[in-house]
C-alpha cells in the first residue's frame, strides 16, 4: 500500500529495555512527525522532521527519548530504559510539504506496553 | 502552550438524531483540523478551516471554524452506527511544527 506503515505494531517491554519504533511514511513526503497518544487521549506531539533534519524535539518527555531519520524516509523513534508512563500508543505522520497545516497522514501506530 | 478543549468528551445517542461537537481554545490558529479516529488505527483527517467564520460541509457533517480563529464545531445530521468513533480537533499554528490535538470527543451512535 502507499500509506504509511509502522513497526512492530504491537511491543511488550520490561521496565529498563530499550525499545526501537520504526516508520515508514508515504514515498517523498518531506516532513515526518511522531506523536504519543495515551490510552482514551488525543496525540501529543513529540518531533518533527523536514527530511532528515529534526526541526523541532520540543515534546520528547525525556533524554531517553531519541528520533532520527538519517536519509530523509524512514525514522526511528528509540525509547531507552523504558518506564511504565511511557506505555502508549505512537503515532507516526508523513504530510506532502514542509508546513504542519498540511494534511497529515497517518500510520496505525504501535502500542507499547512497558510492564 | 495552545490547549485544545473538547465536549463533550463522551456522547452516546440513538441512530437519526443530530449532535454538535465543540472546540474551544483561548489560543488564535493558523489552521484547525478534525479527525476521525476508529480503535487500532490512526486519526484520518476529515476536514481543514483556514478562515475564521467558514464553514464546510461534508455530507451530514458541517464543520465551522470561529470567526476569532480560536473554536471549532462539528455538527452531525441524523447520526448512523457508522459515524460511531472517536473525534479529534487540532490545530496548528501556521509554522513548521506539529499539531496541537484535543484530547477528542468519544461518540457512539446506537441502532
Known amino acids: 500500500g502507499a500509506g504509511v506503515s509502522q513497526s512492530p505494531r504491537y511491543k511488550v517491554a520490561k521496565r529498563g529495555q530499550d525499545v526501537a519504533l520504526r516508520c515508514d511514511p508515504i514515498s517523498g513526503h518531506v516532513s515526518l512527525f511522531w506523536y504519543q497518544q495515551a490510552l482514551g487521549q488525543g496525540p501529543e506531539f513529540l518531533t518533527y522532521?523536514?527530511?532528515?533534519?529534526?526541526?523541532?524535539k520540543s515534546g520528547l518527555p525525556s533524554d531517553r527519548f531519541f528520533a532520527e531519520r538519517p536519509e530523509g524516509s524512514v525514522s526511528t523513534l528509540k525509547i531507552q530504559r523504558t518506564q511504565q508512563e511511557d506505555s502508549a500508543v505512537y503515532l507516526c505522520a508523513s504530510s506532502r510539504y514542509g508546513l504542519a497545516d498540511n494534511e497529515q497522514f497517518f500510520g496505525p501506530g504501535t502500542r507499547l506496553t512497558v510492564l | 502552550t495552545q490547549l485544545l478543549e473538547q465536549s463533550p468528551q463522551f456522547l452516546s445517542i440513538q441512530e437519526g438524531e443530530n449532535l454538535t461537537v465543540y472546540c474551544n481554545s483561548s489560543s488564535v490558529f493558523s489552521s484547525l483540523q478534525w479527525y476521525r479516529q476508529e480503535p487500532g488505527e490512526g486519526p484520518v483527517l476529515l476536514v481543514t478551516?483556514?478562515?475564521?467564520?467558514e464553514v464546510k460541509k461534508l455530507k451530514r457533517l458541517t464543520f465551522q471554524f470561529g470567526d476569532a480563529r480560536k473554536d471549532s464545531s462539528l455538527h452531525i445530521t441524523a447520526a448512523q452506527p457508522g459515524d460511531t468513533g472517536l473525534y479529534l480537533c487540532a490545530g496548528s499554528g501556521g509554522g513548521a511544527d506539529g499539531l496541537t490535538f484535543g484530547k477528542g470527543t468519544h461518540l457512539i451512535i446506537q441502532p
Open positions: 522532521f523536514q527530511n532528515e533534519a529534526q526541526l523541532d
Open positions: 478551516v483556514v478562515t475564521g467564520g
